[in-house]
């Protein structure tokens, strides 16, 4: 049929495991050959021109998270079939330094996200924050959640989890989040005996005063590390940045079957049952007060996670979003081999 090439700064990283690595063997199996190539960072123009060829004969070009220069929009329309543009960060802003500042909103950034979402005939938008960001650029825009494999997660039995244990499970650059939560985990470890933070991450807090279990993140081990703690959190800062994330974490906990906590900021809101699978919270009240509610009644927290895994089950379990996701670059694809340009 052709050929559909994927673009990515770095294919190990989650975001494109988890968005689209899977999607491969489900378009190979409709007839497309696949690539995956980690995309130049930088050679801006000359990038595609110096792959203008192999362009010309793709099918359909994915960016996974690779923004175009503003002097790349209309050669990449001129030498690729049909462009397809995945996003689930708000790429068009820069991290906080610290919660609570003000993202670095460059217009350089924001010129480059929009710019690629001109030349493509599809962004695909982790949420719905992310997708209202784009459409004013894109000619289309579908929102796609990010979906977490269930099967991969066992139902782990009440007596084999830690019932005092809460995770935290993330990249280094986001244990930013973690600190202004220091004292709530302190207050927690002197109310509750046996209380630990399970951090699995490949760099960890050190708080004397906080029982901190050191977990080095690896893909064999995490399903485990996460399904047999008692609960999980997802602290955020309220802003832009915050609001582009896509809660996976929160789906990795519901997925097995824990309770969660969460910030009440963009689509934890979205993902969250309030009082249902977790709780929303909002400054280190709530925090210290629904957790403790966790640690004191594990009958509450078994109820709260076997519905967040069912809700995972409904809704965001790859067997439901991976064929969606699949149709919509099939489709692209198809278009684009049998007409030209979309």
């Known amino acids: 049929m052709g050929t559909i090439l ?8 989650p975001s494109f495991r988890h968005r689209l690595a899977h999607l491969v063997p489900w378009l190979e199996a409709r007839g497309w050959r696949c690539r995956v ?45 049909a462009v397809a543009f995945d996003v689930d960060d708000a790429m068009f802003v820069r991290q906080p330094r610290r919660p609570g500042e003000a993202p670095d ?31 004013p650029s894109a000619r289309r825009v579908e929102v796609v959640p990010t979906p977490v494999e269930l099967a991969a997660y066992p139902e782990v039995p009440p007596e084999a989890r830690a019932a005092r244990t809460v995770v935290w499970i993330g990249r280094p650059e986001n244990l930013v989040y973690l600190a202004p939560l220091r004292p709530v985990f ?7 005996s046996g209380f630990r933070l399970r951090v699995v ?35 955020l800062s309220d802003d ?37 699978t977790g709780f929303l919270v909002r400054g280190p009240e709530e925090w210290s007060r629904r957790l403790g509610e966790l640690l004191a009644a594990p009958g509450l927290g078994a109820r709260l ?18 064929p969606r996701a699949a149709e919509l670059l099939d489709g692209l694809a198809a278009e684009a081999a049998e007409g030209g340009r979309t």
């Open 6 to 13: 994927f673009w990515s700064y770095d294919p190990s990283v």
């Open 37 to 81: 190539e980690r995309a130049p960072r930088s050679r801006y123009v000359v990038r595609f021109v110096e792959r203008r060829r192999e362009l010309a004969e793709t099918s359909l070009l994915v960016l996974a998270k690779v923004r175009l220069g503003v002097g790349e929009r209309r050669l990449v329309r001129r030498l690729v079939r």
């Open 105 to 135: 909103t460059s217009w350089l950034r924001r010129r480059k996200f929009a710019a690629t979402c001109r030349a493509s005939d599809l962004v695909i938008a982790g949420n719905e924050f992310l997708a209202a960001a784009a459409r």
């Open 186 to 192: 302190a207050g927690l470890a002197e109310r509750f």
């Open 201 to 235: 991450c490949s760099r960890f807090p050190d708080w004397p005063e906080v029982p901190v279990e050191r977990v080095p993140w690896s893909a064999e081990r995490e399903v485990v590390d996460v399904a047999t703690a008692g609960a999980g959190i997802m602290p």
């Open 240 to 276: 832009d940045w915050s609001r582009g994330k896509c809660a996976f974490k929160l789906l990795q906990y519901m997925a097995g079957g824990l309770p969660t906590v969460a910030s009440a900021v963009g689509e934890n809101r979205e993902v969250t049952v309030e009082g249902e």
């Open 305 to 322: 996670g076997a519905a967040g895994r069912e809700r995972v089950r409904r809704l965001y379990d790859r067997r439901v979003i991976a």
